[in-house]
C-alpha cells in the first residue's frame, strides 16, 4: 500500500485556487469546509462559493456546514445547502451553541434522504448517544476533532475506534480524523481503522515524506542550518 491509499485523504479549506489545485489530484478523494476557514478565505457568499467549489470538484463528497443555533433552521439550512448538489455531505454539529445534542436534527435529516456529516465531536460519551439516531439512510460522516483532543493532552486513538466500532454497527457510515495536527496523523489514522483524515493543504502538502529515509532527512536538515547560516553571513 502506498502512501495516497493509507487513508482516504480530503482537503479541508476554503481559499477556491488552493481546491482547484487539490482538485487536480486524484488522490484527493473528498472535500471539506466551515465557516470559520470560509470567513478566513475572505468567502463572502455562502452559496456562490458553494457552488462554485462543486464545480470544480466533480463528483467527489463535499461537506458544508449549516451555523443555526435553533434546531428548525438548522434543519432548513441543511435541506438548502442538500440541494446544491448529490455529492454534499450536510455539516451537523454534535450539540448547537446552547449545548443541547443535535441527534434529532441528524435523525430527521436522514429520514429525509439527506446525507450527512455529524462534526466537532470530541468525546466516546458524544459518539454512543450518536447511536440511536443514527437511522437507516444515505451516507454519514461521523468527524472526531482528533487533532483538538489532543491539543488538551489526551489520546485521540480511544474515541477514534469507538466511532470505527460504531460504523461497523451502520452501512454507509465513515469515521473522518478531523483537524489533524501532523502528518504522522495519517498514519494514526490508518492504524486505528478510520476510513478518512481531512486536512489542510500545509499537511496534506508533505504527503510525500511519509516514509523519507531518516538518515538522508538529517543530513537535508543539516545542510539547510549551514546554507541559512552562510546566507545570513554570521560569524563566531
Not at 463528497?61 to 434546531?71: G, I, K, M
Not at 498514519?187 to 515524506?209: F, M, R, W, Y
Request: aromatic share 8%.
Amino acid at each position: 500500500m502506498n502512501k495516497y491509499e493509507l487513508v482516504e485523504l480530503f482537503a479541508d479549506g476554503a481559499d477556491i485556487e488552493q481546491i482547484k489545485t487539490l482538485a487536480s489530484f486524484d488522490w484527493i478523494k473528498g472535500f471539506t469546509t466551515n465557516p470559520t476557514l470560509m470567513r478566513k478565505a475572505g468567502v463572502d457568499n455562502y452559496l456562490d462559493f458553494a457552488l462554485e467549489t462543486l464545480s470544480v470538484i466533480g463528483d467527489r463528497p463535499l461537506s458544508l456546514e449549516v451555523f443555526a443555533t435553533e434546531f428548525a433552521d438548522m434543519e432548513r439550512q441543511a435541506g438548502v445547502l442538500a440541494e446544491l448538489g448529490a455529492n454534499v455531505n450536510v455539516k451537523i454539529p454534535i450539540t448547537n451553541t446552547k449545548g443541547e445534542f443535535c441527534g434529532e436534527t441528524v435523525r430527521n435529516l436522514l429520514s429525509k434522504g439527506v446525507a450527512v456529516n455529524v462534526t466537532a465531536i470530541m468525546t466516546c460519551d458524544q459518539l454512543d448517544r450518536l447511536c440511536e439516531f443514527l437511522v437507516p439512510g444515505p451516507g454519514v460522516f461521523i468527524s472526531v476533532f482528533a487533532g483538538r483532543i489532543a491539543d488538551t493532552g489526551v489520546d485521540p486513538i480511544p474515541t477514534i475506534t469507538r466511532a470505527v466500532e460504531i460504523c461497523g454497527e451502520r452501512a454507509n457510515t465513515k469515521v473522518i480524523w478531523a483537524s489533524p495536527r501532523e502528518l504522522l496523523n495519517v498514519v494514526q489514522a490508518a492504524g486505528s481503522g478510520c476510513h478518512i483524515l481531512t486536512a489542510t493543504p500545509d499537511i496534506l502538502n508533505k504527503i510525500e515524506l511519509i516514509g523519507k529515509d531518516l538518515a538522508e532527512f538529517s543530513l537535508e536538515t543539516v545542510k539547510m542550518f549551514e546554507n541559512d547560516a552562510l546566507a545570513a553571513s554570521y560569524k563566531v
